[in-house]
């Protein structure tokens, strides 16, 4: 029932993406505009970090006792994934329903996937009760369908690189600002670290509409800890264990998600309130080892997968692999999208890589071939690669072999990994 309403939609999509607020706003209130009875919004945009700071918010507000509704995208396994109400996944069969109603009120028109599915979000959140609501852009901020929320309590900026830009623009500063239009007057807007040219764009807009900077490195700080790091503001700090998550990069992302609850005034955040939630944060498919499963079972090695595709992801990941590549070797599994650049990707991880199986990605809407993949890992600089017809006949080749083995590149490859592993998929 929920793949066929799912699919349903699909065909209602135009035949080209225009970016546009004009069939979202014309949903909602067919609907009775749900986005105006959702519970406190704290709303989240940029490049990278995104799931993971959502997921930190999320396990604060269920360490303080209190409910929050989520909505993040893609999927890896199942699409109630995107959807968290109160915290916990719907039923596929509440799901369908949701999507038959938003279908119902739409009545036809032209309308894309995410939109239609956004909407269906929305009025559950409006539904249920809850003391917060966690956005999570699809894809930019200005035109983004999450971005019907008039005043959210806090808005949040990650990390802003180059991703998208048949969407977004060809520069940061074009990219910065639209991902900048989730600001609101008088609002939070609570930024992480930025590229010069990006936080001058999100300064620019912020100040224009006068909302209220809370920029890394100017009203917040980081500090590292002997057990963790402490993350500062005029008048709190907080001092808070390592992230589960793995990766310098995941400190930024969990102190920004502090900062983000902090600013919103929606939870007291203490010491012992990130003591408690750090360690239950879970967002699987982001530097994930598989400890269990029938795929881990027929490797006989250490198993990690990572759905970061852009050259910042990769930037991010290159540390973890330096580190394991000085302990052993390491091998790469990759899968891609056409609309993504291996080049620049390539250029921060094939350093670290004793050997890199490239395949095809079956269920991603552009797929790199395996032969054109590999031949962008050559033109990187690396020649130890061979293509396969798909992920299993790679992992099949590296059976047995020393080291550790990653599947990346792609959200699409590591989500029919975990489904084929069963273990460590999402729930």
């Known amino acids: 029932m929920l793949d066929a309403v799912l699919d349903r939609f699909t065909r209602l999509h135009p035949r080209v993406i225009d970016l546009s607020l004009a069939r979202m706003w014309r949903l909602l209130a067919d609907l009775g505009n749900p986005q105006q009875a959702l519970p406190p919004v704290i709303h989240v945009a940029g490049t990278n970090g995104k799931g993971s700071a959502v997921a930190t918010l999320s396990a604060l507000f269920a360490a303080a006792g209190r409910r929050a509704h989520a909505y993040t ?91 998208h830009q048949d969407f977004l623009g060809n520069t940061l500063t074009e990219i910065a600002t639209e991902k900048a239009h989730i600001l609101r007057p ?9 590229p010069p040219e990006a936080m001058a764009a999100i300064l620019r ?29 005029a008048g709190w700090r907080v001092t808070a264990p390592q992230p589960v998550l793995l990766g310098p990069h995941q400190v930024e992302n969990a102190a920004l998600a502090l900062v983000a609850a ?39 090695r250490e198993f990690w997968v990572d759905g970061g595709h852009n050259p910042s992801a990769a930037a991010a990941l290159a540390p973890v692999l330096a580190a394991w590549a000085a302990e052993g070797p390491v091998d790469l599994v990759l899968g891609m999208q056409t609309t993504k ?16 199986r490239t395949v095809p990605v079956e269920s991603a809407p552009a797929p790199f071939a395996a032969a054109a993949l590999a031949d962008a890992v050559r033109a990187a600089g690396h020649g130890n690669v061979t293509a396969h017809a798909g992920w299993r006949d790679a992992l099949a080749a590296e059976r047995g072999e020393a080291g550790r083995l990653l599947a990346a590149g792609s959200l699409y490859l590591v989500g029919e990994i975990l489904a084929a592993n069963r273990i460590g998929a999402p729930d």
């Open 73 to 163: 995208s893609p999927h890896l396994v199942r699409f109630a994934e995107r959807v968290r109400i109160a915290g916990a996944l719907p039923s596929d069969e509440a799901l369908a329903a949701l999507l038959e109603e938003v279908e119902a009120a739409n009545a036809g028109q032209t309308i894309t996937f995410f939109e239609a599915t956004t909407a269906a979000a929305l009025l559950a959140f409006a539904r249920a009760p809850a003391e917060a609501c966690l956005l999570e852009t699809g894809l930019g901020g200005r035109l983004d369908a999450t971005n019907v929320v008039a005043r959210p309590r806090a808005a949040v900026l990650t990390a802003i690189a180059y991703d």
């Open 186 to 194: 008088g609002v939070p807007a609570v930024i992480a670290a930025q």
């Open 205 to 233: 807009h912020a100040e224009a509409i006068g909302a209220v900077p809370w920029r890394r490195g100017v009203e917040w700080e980081i500090a590292e800890t002997p057990d963790g790091f402490s993350v500062a503001a």
């Open 262 to 300: 902090h600013a919103s005034g929606l939870l007291a955040v203490t010491d012992a309130l990130a003591a408690a939630a750090l360690p239950r944060v879970s967002w699987p498919g982001r530097l994930q080892r598989l400890g269990a499963g029938d795929l881990v079972a027929e490797l006989g």
């Open 341 to 356: 650049d291996p080049a620049g990707y390539l250029a921060a991880v094939a350093p670290h890589l004793r050997a890199i």
